[in-house]
């Protein structure tokens, strides 16, 4: 069994976890409030922004030209999708490159971003690139899910996890490249490494269902520190 497919074996429960997951739900049903997509959106949008560290990492360490140029051509889906993103919603929220810059990075963001930026200091594609390909895989996987879901057809929960399938699926889409590219790597790797690399990805999908759960409960460093400091009901957490 290669590395990749043991890795994917591995995370079926946090795939199943993460569709059965109230704000995954609330996407179907069109259940959940303005405040709990705004927290969402606001959250996520940092969070992609975060990556785009971690692509220049991958395209740093590559061990050949055809990974860098494909981590290359990946960062520049990353810089073409926040540049949109930052142009919609206007109104409901506005978004630039400053505002997003200053973005309060709250707990559980925070956590899945050192995650994965923890990753950088290895200098190694095997390592780096789980942390990140996980949450891609993700997201493609809750997709396709989603498209046998009987779904609410009404913005924003239309388009929600409703990703540009051409890209990123199929033999020739990014996510079997990044699944290639860690089954090439692991090759050459021990097995304490591989192991290592599997963990990664695993971390990340548990993170995944508690970036749902944040967004779900609009979790801030306030509540954390109500709790702390207040002694406030800590059952939300
Ligand atoms: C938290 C998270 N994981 C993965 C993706 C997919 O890019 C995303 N947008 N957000």
């Known amino acids: 069994m290669s590395l990749s497919q043991d890795i994917l074996f ?7 976890a993460n569709e059965k997951h109230p704000f995954v739900q609330g ?11 705004s927290y969402y959106d606001e959250q996520d949008i940092a969070f992609e922004y975060n990556e785009v560290g971690v692509i220049n990492a991958l395209i740093n360490y590559s061990t050949n030209t055809n990974q860098a140029l494909l ?18 919603e206007p109104e409901s929220m506005p978004h630039n490159w400053q505002t997003l810059k200053q973005t309060t990075i709250q707990p559980i963001n925070q956590m899945y971003r050192q995650h994965m930026v923890a990753t950088i200091q290895t200098h190694s594609v095997l390592q780096i690139l789980p942390s990140f390909a996980a949450g891609e895989w993700m997201y493609i996987e809750l997709g396709k899910w989603m498209r046998n879901q009987t779904r609410v057809q009404e913005q924003p929960f239309k388009d929600f996890l409703n990703i540009g399938g051409g890209d990123f699926e199929g033999p020739n889409g990014y996510i079997q490249k990044f699944f290639d590219i860690i089954d090439h790597e692991a090759e050459s790797a021990t097995k304490r490494e591989q192991e290592q690399a599997k963990q990664t990805f695993l971390k990340s ?11 779900y409960k609009q ?11 207040n002694g406030k009901d800590n059952a939300m957490l």
């Open 205 to 215: 999908c548990l993170l995944e269902w508690y970036f749902w759960d944040a967004a």
């Open 219 to 229: 979790i801030t460093w306030n509540d954390w520190k109500d709790i702390a400091l």
């Open 27 to 37: 996407i179907i049903t069109g259940k959940l409030t303005p405040e709990q997509l």
């Open 10 to 16: 591995e995370a079926q429960p946090y795939l199943i």
């Open 71 to 88: 981590f290359h051509k990946r960062q520049d889906l990353q810089l073409h999708m926040l540049h949109d993103w930052l142009a919609r």
